[in-house]
């Protein structure tokens, strides 16, 4: 089955209920799925440790938002892709944001007649997990990259641009040239 669109989760107001309980019979959630986001953290981190970056760009939401893990996978999925065609070695992306919610649904009767729980039905049952969600406040950062060069900054940015589309929210892209620290 097809994930439903963005939007019947990310504009919450609240956050989700997920009471994950040591004890079971006290859950509300029996199986939690595991997080599709493979790498937090790609390429060069220790030139970015010893300062050797001079250029940070950053994805900041612009909404507080519901960003699911697969849509924060796509993104760094394509971000790592062309920062390695175009930069590699000489960049380092942190992903900003962890999915620790968990995302229900209810499941349609299909063509029956009866009970439909994506409509009020059933007076707002719970439903089963079907992925985790990452709430996001304004002004926070989701991705982070720091690069060496001009060059690949500019890269970075760009990529940042094209994958706005990706997110379900209204960002924008910060671009910061860092000073160097002369040490004595």
Same mark, same amino acid.
């Given at each position: 089955?097809?994930?439903?669109?963005?939007s019947s989760?990310?504009h919450?107001?609240?956050?989700?209920?997920?009471?994950?309980?040591?004890?079971?019979?006290?859950?509300?959630?029996?199986?939690v799925?595991?997080?599709?986001?493979?790498?937090?953290?790609i390429?060069?981190?220790?030139?970015f440790r010893?300062?050797?970056?001079?250029?940070?760009?950053?994805?900041?939401?612009?909404q507080? $938002?519901?960003?699911?893990?697969?849509?924060?996978?796509?993104?760094?999925?394509f971000?790592?892709?062309?920062l390695d065609?175009?930069?590699?070695g000489?960049?380092?992306?942190a $992903?900003?944001?962890y999915?620790?919610?968990m $995302?229900r649904e209810?499941?349609?009767?299909?063509?029956? #007649?009866?009970?439909d729980?994506?409509?009020s039905?059933?007076?707002?049952?719970y439903?089963i $997990?079907?992925?985790?969600?990452?709430i996001?406040r304004?002004?926070?950062?989701i991705?982070?990259?720091?690069?060496a060069d001009?060059?690949? #900054?500019r890269?970075?940015?760009?990529?940042?641009?094209?994958?706005?589309a990706?997110?379900?929210?209204?960002?924008?892209v910060?671009?910061e040239?860092v000073?160097?620290q002369i040490?004595?």
């Open positions: 089955m097809a994930i439903r669109k963005a989760y990310s919450k107001i609240c956050r989700p209920y997920t009471r994950k309980s040591r004890s079971k019979g006290k859950d509300y959630i029996k199986t799925p595991q997080i599709k986001i493979a790498k937090f953290h390429g060069n981190q220790q030139a010893d300062g050797k970056h001079l250029f940070n760009i950053r994805l900041i939401s612009e507080r $938002v519901q960003v699911r893990d697969n849509a924060i996978e796509a993104a760094r999925m971000l790592t892709k062309i065609e175009k930069a590699l000489q960049y380092y992306l $992903v900003k944001v999915p620790h919610h $995302v209810n499941k349609s009767a299909g063509g029956m #007649a009866g009970a729980r994506i409509s039905g059933m007076t707002q049952s439903g $997990v079907i992925g985790r969600s990452a996001v304004p002004d926070q950062d991705f982070f990259i720091s690069c001009e060059k690949c #900054a890269d970075a940015r760009d990529a940042l641009i094209t994958i706005k990706k997110m379900p929210c209204r960002t924008r910060i671009f040239k000073a160097l040490s004595k």
